[in-house]
């Protein structure tokens, strides 16, 4: 009995892609329990905005900063358009913990191994081309940092720009109407990405007047998705001012055009390995990816960030490598379907293969030893002890808790830091009785001001230091 092909295809990649969810999902909750998420403040905002929508009373207490606003307390005030939130929310609705977003987040993001194999096999017509293909997916050596930053909602559209490419290369409507919805919902960034994909050559030739319609609504929709929807939300709700304070970030002052160029080839070369390449087999899908290598590379952010504490900014860079990695892989098709005429062209198509693999396999292994220098905030001797108090925090407890410690504390209504005025509470460092546990690190923060408030150090660590008033928990 002859297996399909397709099924044996499908069962390969799927596997892959529950293999690689298992895989991170299994590292995401091990670097939770060991206090070494990609920046604990901002999945303690993520927690906690799930948390007062589905549990709590709409309040925030934990509000991240942007130069045009800042979050909250309501959480109808956001700083940026996120829609897919609300679809996500039943999820954590039946699971309220902060660990339910590291795994919507690494189940997630895997789905782009088979919109991978999709998109390679309606572009090559070849089962073998697209598995391998989708083998060298895993290898891209930013993939890595960017399934390992905890919950964000850029870095759930990989699957979805990959779908879009396909749908509109194959004027397929529903598939394509399903990528940029997902688009659209992961944040505004995106628009942007769905409006250019209106320069997105389809795969066969077509007439005019079909290619203008295609073009008019994909321009159109992101344009308008932009204008206003996100910067008619953010004149509603942050403020008359948030659009040109937004606009602003952007025009400041930028890098000079040699070290954009040296930052975009370290970020090309270790970051992305063979899929530039591949890239320039497939120009029409290629040049969308330029601007948003450039404005990364200009001064948003850079490789060489990997080794410090602002490794979690790496999230700047999911628009880029979204759209590198669909050029890449409509490349590798194209070049694949090239030599597929020629005379030893599945050679060349395997000499190819192992020159990429070897390519992206020296920048993942570069992109890995720069974050062996990401610093360990919370000492291993800590981490037990931190667990062991933290859940004897009742959940109306108010807590005040340095920026490392506040993910696990942030399913409660009062959260509070200390780093950041704006992340102060009201009177600090005198704190009212709200407030019954600290999870503090010393470094500039004296315990005995707090000891002479009620509180007394229930533990003493070298990275932590627990203070809590009695009747607390």
């Not at 091990?30 to 993520?46: C, I, N, P, Q, V």
């Not at 109808?76 to 954590?92: D, E, G, S, V």
């Not at 509470?425 to 500039?444: H, N």
């Amino acid at each position: 009995m002859a297996i399909d092909r397709r099924v044996v295809s499908w069962m390969i990649v799927a596997t892959l892609t529950a293999g690689l969810t298992a895989f991170t999902t299994v590292q995401a909750l091990h670097r939770y329990h060991d206090l070494r998420t990609g920046w604990s403040w901002d999945l303690a905002y993520y927690n906690q905005w799930f948390w007062a929508l589905t549990e709590g009373d709409g309040v925030l207490s934990v509000r991240p900063l942007a130069s045009y606003g800042t979050e909250g307390p309501s959480i109808w005030k956001m700083n940026y358009l996120a829609p897919i939130r609300f679809i996500l929310a039943p999820i954590y609705k039946a699971f309220p913990d902060p660990r339910t977003l590291l795994v919507i987040q690494n189940v997630m993001f895997w789905w782009l191994i088979p919109a991978a194999y999709t998109l390679v096999r309606s572009e090559s017509k070849s089962e073998a081309v697209a598995l391998s293909a989708v083998a060298l997916v895993p290898l891209t050596p930013l993939l890595w940092p960017l399934v390992w930053n905890d919950f964000r909602e850029l870095q759930l559209v990989f699957p979805f720009v990959l779908w879009a490419v396909q749908g509109v290369r194959s004027r397929r409507v529903r598939l394509t109407a399903a990528g940029v919805a997902g688009m659209l919902a992961c944040r505004q960034e995106f628009a942007v990405v769905v409006a250019s994909l209106a320069f997105l050559p389809a795969r066969e030739p077509e007439d005019l007047s079909r290619k203008a319609v295609w073009r008019l609504v994909l321009f159109d929709v992101g344009l308008i998705w932009l204008l206003f929807g996100f910067f008619g939300y953010l004149k509603l709700m942050v403020g008359s001012y948030a659009p040109e304070r937004y606009i602003d970030q952007f025009t400041g002052p930028k890098a000079s055009i040699p070290q954009t160029l040296e930052t975009a080839g370290d970020m090309l070369w270790n970051g992305a390995g063979g899929w530039p390449f591949f890239a320039a087999f497939a120009p029409g899908a290629g040049i969308l990816a330029l601007p948003w290598i450039w404005s990364l590379c200009n001064g948003r952010w850079a490789l060489r960030l990997l080794s410090g504490e602002s490794w979690h900014h790496v999230r700047y860079a999911a628009p880029m490598v979204s759209m590198l990695l669909a050029a890449g892989l409509v490349g590798y098709a194209q070049w694949a379907n090239w030599l597929s005429r020629r005379w030893g062209g599945m050679f060349a198509l395997g000499l190819s293969w192992v020159l990429a693999a070897i390519l992206l396999t020296t920048g993942l292994s570069e992109v890995l030893t720069r974050m062996e220098g990401i610093p360990i905030a919370v000492g291993k001797a800590d981490v037990e002890p931190f667990w062991s108090f933290a859940r004897q925090v009742g959940p109306d407890d108010g807590v005040l808790a340095a920026y490392e410690f506040t993910a696990p504390l942030s399913s409660r209504k009062l959260l509070c830091s200390y780093i950041m005025d704006a992340n102060k509470p009201r009177g600090f460092p005198q704190l009212g009785p709200e407030f019954q546990w600290m999870f503090i690190r010393g470094k500039g923060l004296d315990p005995q001001i707090f000891v002479k408030q009620g509180f007394t150090i229930v533990y003493s660590g070298e990275t932590l230091i627990i203070l809590r008033r009695p009747g607390a928990g």
